[in-house]
């Protein structure tokens, strides 16, 4: 057991004056998101919450989220995050299936969950009464802080366990990898209720570092905050980078901008090389919910030479490749496997996938990759969406990223089909730009010249929309559907 000081008291007690989280209106030292957290607390102890319970929160990105966080941490309850994206089914679904006794939601999404009885708006909250309550002050780094449900991408979603210790060591890892400064301020435009944002509530509190909040992502607003050097670092996935581009024109942001985090997703290659030109120092890295955030992290001094790789493990974090129970040799595929203290125990109430996933004190992430010969991490794909086209892997992100580089193309998915001659064969699924006329045998084209032959789309189909989940990742199990029903698959090229 390693008992910390609760980490918002400690920070107030340390740093009280310093901007704890603003929302580029209003904003809070660390003082007052103490003081306000310790009201919410008292108000959640009105309505019974006790240590060791499961609270969920159905919120976006608001000064209101971080406080109830922090007043849940008081109370030693576990903070479910909900994706206010899904549906009121999805969500009766995880609140069930954590056991969560109490749901707190903004107040224009508490409807969405209708006659629920466990909802409370954070209007109906803040109009409680307070009770009195001793606040904790300490956690035990071993004890859960939070739960997230995986986004589904590959199957039913499971119940991470995030524990304090975790998000302690993931922010201590960041930390030495990007390093902390005086005038640092985190931008959240990523949601809360993912890890990318949860993260940089956590950093906040450790580093003593504000952080900025946007309650959905606007291009303008940020672009603006970097230029002004109000913002120095900012959390993006590839679609947000590409419109912070789109905004940028030919200005450069300023050096008090200092690291762009990409990650949640392949990054393509053309995005890479056309940030590279701009100036724009992007830190591409891997991680997922189950490593508290990033555990693999490449600095920009890298981003020419190790074009397309997610880097090398954080200082806490290890890293090996794995093939049929063995270690595989540098270049040669197989599945990524990560160990360290921000690897979580497991997925709440599900020890037989617990233990799947996790052996040895290695999480098997699904994920596909291989290292060069100086440990560089490049990621294929995931394990679940391998195509095997006549004996040969066939990775569909990388017939994605080609066919996303093509100027018509706007959204790309690929997907195996089944195919007589050849087991699986690639098959592409492409919503144009508005206005574009690229037309099938133009795009195989392209791939063509792009791509080895067995990797180049036997069809492609032209799209309205492609299937994603709420965490808006795309959903390629799905792609099949889309398959007009009266067509039999060409074959092989
Ligand atoms: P589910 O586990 O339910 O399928 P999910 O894996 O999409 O959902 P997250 O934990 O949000 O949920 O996403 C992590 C995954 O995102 C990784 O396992 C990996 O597949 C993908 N990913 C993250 N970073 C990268 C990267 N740099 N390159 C390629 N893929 C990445
Ligand atoms: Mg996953």
């Known amino acids: 057991m390693t008992m910390m000081p609760n980490w918002l008291k400690q920070r107030a007690f340390l740093t009280p004056e310093r901007v704890a989280v603003s929302d580029g209106k209003r904003s809070k030292t660390f003082a007052a998101l103490h003081e306000a957290a310790a009201v919410w607390a008292r108000r959640l102890a009105r309505v019974g919450v006790k240590e060791g319970e499961i609270v969920a929160l159905l919120m976006k990105n608001r000064i209101e989220m971080v406080e109830l966080v ?18 009121a089914y999805e969500l009766g679904w995880q609140l069930d299936d954590s056991g969560a006794r109490l749901v707190i939601a903004d107040n224009d999404l508490a409807g969405r969950l209708g006659g629920d009885g466990r909802v409370l708006s954070v209007e109906e909250l803040a109009a409680l009464p307070e009770a009195e309550v001793d606040e904790k002050e300490t956690c035990d780094l071993d004890d859960v802080a939070t739960i ?12 991470v366990m995030q524990t304090y210790g975790n998000h302690w060591w993931s922010a201590v890892g960041s930390a030495l990898n990007l390093g902390v400064q005086e005038n640092d301020c985190w931008l959240a435009a990523v949601p809360l209720f993912h890890i990318s944002g949860l993260s940089i509530v956590m950093r906040s509190v450790i580093y003593g570092m504000p952080m900025r909040l946007q309650p959905s992502f606007d291009p303008e607003e940020a672009n603006d905050w970097i230029m002004r050097g109000e913002v120095t670092v900012m959390s993006v996935v590839a679609a947000m980078l590409q419109r912070l581009l789109a905004v940028l024109g030919d200005a450069r942001y300023p050096d008090t901008f200092r690291c762009m985090l990409l990650g949640g997703g392949p990054a393509p290659r053309p995005l890479l090389e056309a940030c590279k030109d701009k100036g724009i120092p992007v830190y591409q890295t891997y991680g997922m919910t189950e490593t508290a955030s990033q555990i693999v992290t490449l600095a920009p001094e890298y981003s020419l030479t190790k074009l397309g790789s997610a880097g090398k493990p954080l200082f806490p974090a290890q890293l090996r490749i794995e093939n049929d129970g063995k270690t595989a040799a540098p270049y040669e595929a197989g599945e990524i496997v990560v160990k360290g203290p921000n690897v979580t125990k497991g997925y709440w109430r599900r020890p037989e996938a617990t233990a799947a996933a996790i052996r040895d004190g290695w999480l098997y992430t699904g ?25 040969e892997n066939v990775y569909p992100a990388e017939i994605e990223a080609v066919l996303l580089s093509h100027p018509d193309v706007e959204e790309a998915g690929v997907t195996g089909i089944e195919d007589e001659t050849w087991g699986q064969v690639p098959c592409a699924f492409v919503r144009l730009k508005p206005g574009a006329a690229a037309d099938e045998e133009a795009l195989r084209a392209f791939c063509r010249a792009r791509l080895a032959k067995y990797k180049v789309p036997a069809r492609i189909y032209f799209v309205n929309r492609l299937p994603r989940n709420a965490a808006q990742k795309l959903l390629r199990r799905e792609l099949k559907t889309l398959i007009p029903a009266e067509e039999k698959p060409a074959s092989h090229p």
């Open 70 to 87: 922090h007043a849940l941490f008081f109370l030693g309850a576990r903070v479910l995050l909900l994706n206010v994206r899904l549906t």
């Open 148 to 159: 997230m449900y995986t986004s589904g991408t590959t199957g039913a979603p499971k119940g």
């Open 367 to 391: 994920d596909i990759g291989y290292l060069d010969e100086e440990g560089f991490l490049y990621v294929l794909d995931r394990r679940s969406d391998l195509i095997i086209s006549g004996g």
